[in-house]
């Protein structure tokens, strides 16, 4: 997420290409101040990685056919004696 | 000792035993001199639980002795439960179908050729048919054939983006990864 203000508000330093300005306060970092092209590039790549991290395929309808071919059990065999034939027990 | 002797399990198929999901109506075993009590609906049993309850019952579920893609090996010799993939015969689809999933057509079903899988029919997994088993419900006999390592790439792949797994934080890491050691080597001449 980005927020826009005019620089008039506030005094902001100019940064070269591929410079971070890092402000502190305390020890902590407080804001960073990048060159627009860094930034630009940075959010497509952000972009980038979320298409990437969050395409789904749809299920298709050869993919349905094959849980509706395989995934109903049939008629299960219970007759004790048949279990051990058929498991030549 | 591996009593298999073959290597991983990961990336094989293999025979195994496999339950059907249970589903509704429930039929819990009762004892040899019962037939099983039939349940209707999932909130019964639910309901008993949340209320306290927390007998463990036998659920009668179908299952079947099938080939699997087995997806990872054991995590330890304490926890022995094994990720897989069903299979689908293509004897059951229509011949244009079929034709499909042999060019690997769709993503969710992985051709697995029979010149280099011994099963009884040829089969496809299906990515969308994941199943837990445990590693003694897995046959002892060879594979019946195994994945390569790119193979089982796209075959993680593919389950990765089916199930939604959000993976963004892991590929950052490895892009930041990737940049730090291709800097390490230092400017490439």
């Known amino acids: 997420m980005s927020e826009q203000r005019d620089s008039s508000t506030a005094r902001v ?15 902590e970092e407080k804001a960073v101040v990048l060159h627009p092209q860094d930034f630009h590039r940075l959010s497509a790549l952000d972009h980038d990685l979320e298409e990437l991290a969050s ?6 309808e050869l993919a349905l056919e094959a849980h509706a071919l395989e995934d109903r059990p049939g008629t299960s065999v219970e007759d004790p004696e048949e279990i051990r034939t058929l498991l030549g027990l | 000792m591996n009593r298999r002797g073959a290597g991983r399990l990961a990336g094989s198929v293999r025979w195994a035993v496999i339950p059907f999901a249970p589903a509704p109506p429930f039929r819990l075993y009762a004892g040899t001199g019962s037939e099983p009590v039939v349940v209707p609906a999932a909130d019964t049993v639910i309901d008993a639980a949340r209320r306290g309850g927390d ?22 010799s304490h926890h022995r439960e094994v990720t897989a993939l069903r299979l689908l015969r293509l004897s ?32 496809a997994a299906m990515v969308t048919a994941l199943v837990r088993l445990h590693e003694d419900a897995i046959g002892t006999t060879p594979a019946l054939g195994r994945l390569d390592d790119g193979e089982m790439r796209i075959v993680g792949e593919r389950l990765i983006r089916f199930y939604g797994l959000d993976i963004r934080l892991l590929l950052e890491r490895q892009i930041r990864e990737l940049a730090a050691r291709h800097e390490a080597r230092g400017p490439s001449r």
């Open chain 1, 13 to 27: 330093p100019s940064v070269p290409v591929g410079t971070a300005l890092v402000f502190t306060r305390y020890d």
């Open chain 2, 92 to 123: 059951k689809l229509v011949p244009d179908d079929r034709q499909r999933v042999r060019a690997q057509q769709d993503e969710l079903l992985f051709h697995l050729a029979p010149d280099r899988f011994e099963l009884p029919e040829e089969s």
């Open chain 2, 55 to 76: 007998a463990e019952l036998s659920y009668i579920v179908p299952g079947k002795a099938r080939p699997v893609l087995i997806l990872s090996d054991p995590p330890a």
């Open chain 1, 55 to 60: 395409d789904r395929p749809v299920l298709s």
